[in-house]
DNA sequence: TGTGAAACTTAACAGTGTTCACTATTTTTG
DNA sequence: CAAAAATAGTGAACACTGTTAAGTTTCACA
């Protein structure tokens, strides 16, 4: 069937089609000018078309989400070869840090807004958020391999796992909404906001050193 | 006449009404049902009225914001009594991560949404976000009578305080957005959130701790 | 009583997500 | 080959949103 495979694959394509063109008003023009009407526009389809292709939404925010966290891996990936478990623990965290800052939006998407998390909790309840989970896994082994050195002595990986990616999250997540900026603005000079997270990741590396 | 009774009634601090009524929505129905037309209804007045006192929505959710730090502080007020600096530290943390569990709406509002922050960039260059400073201020001095009792040393106090902010308000961001409800649902059986922030808490006490 | 200001509302604009009913076009089938 | 059926796409509408310009009502004071 050569024509059903064309046509499938012109339906993917617009499927496809559809999600550049929300990735493109996305990075460009953020989160509140990515809308139904002006991703249909960009396409030059009618709004209700894209409902052929996407059940609502949330349907297409979850997509870019996914989008986000591929970007993500591909940023990680090179760390995988780092041989010192807490050299490839810093890394990681630095890495997590500078995608925050290229990828703001995507890093709201992806780890701030609740709306991908609620489509996860209505559209499948059973295999959720493995992206989510792919990422912390790295992180639990990357710990599980510290403590083989040493490192966490006495301490819960799952535990230490989560304090870790709360403090870096917790800088990320200032940063990106604007707290950290307008705190700066009050309590110091105009260290500028990269610097000032630098120093409070160099603050927890020298909490997690000293525990070996 | 119900109007004209409810005309002379309160005439003078409809201001104060509308906040009520957009407090009402907001912490019963979320942020999403508190719309200018739902708060308008609610007072029983046109929703063009609330524009009379109110310069436009962000005023009225900045206000919301500042409310917020109103009960937070009010949360906050006993822990000045407590002497020792690092029990006051753990409790102010602790006082802050129960504050996120039990007003996830206005923990929101003040440490999340990106509204407020932008509200003040706009509107007031110079005084910018008091509220923010004020329990940054509690925190940098509780943490700097610590460093007097010998914790923290040869350690920046603003980015000791960084660094905690950072780590407790990733855990509550986390909790807030659903993210952690969707990791924990993969790694973990079902101990939990409040029981995770807790653990993930003690990690990090045990951190501070050991700077001593 | 007349007037001007203050208080308030109506109607509208421009935008949002979403659905229903409809029209072409293409494919399948009797 | 023509009729029926499935497919792809659309226009108009619904029910919302924040916001504003213009108009009306109310009321104190000269």
Redesign the pocket.
């Known amino acids: ?1 050569g ?2 495979e064309r ?1 499938t694959r012109h ?1 993917e394509d ?1 499927r496809k089609r559809i999600l550049e063109a929300a990735k493109k008003l996305f990075v460009t023009a953020g989160y509140e000018a ?5 991703i249909a526009k960009e396409i030059e ?5 894209i ?2 292709y996407y059940k ?3 349907d297409i925010i979850y997509a870019l989400h996914q989008e986000g966290f591929q970007l993500l891996r591909q940023d990680f990936q090179p760390l995988m070869q780092v041989e010192s478990p807490f050299e490839r623990l810093k890394a990681l965290g630095r890495c997590y840090i500078k995608f925050a800052f290229t990828h703001p939006d995507f890093y709201e998407l992806m780890f701030i807004m609740k709306d991908p998390m609620q489509y996860l909790e209505i559209n499948c309840v059973e295999a959720a958020w493995d992206e989510g989970e792919r990422v912390f896994d790295f992180l639990l082994q990357t710990i599980r391999d510290c403590q083989e050195e040493g490192y966490f002595k006495g301490l819960d990986t799952i535990h230490v796992a989560m304090e870790a990616w709360a403090s870096v999250h917790g800088m990320c997540a200032l940063y990106v909404s604007g707290h950290l900026k307008s705190m700066m603005h009050v309590v110091f000079g105009d260290e500028d906001q990269e610097r000032m997270i630098e120093s409070a990741f160099r603050v927890l590396v020298h909490y997690l050193e000293s525990t070996k």
């Open positions: 069937m024509i059903q046509k339906k617009l990515t809308s139904i009407r002006k389809f009618s709004p209700t078309t409902y052929l609502d939404k949330s």
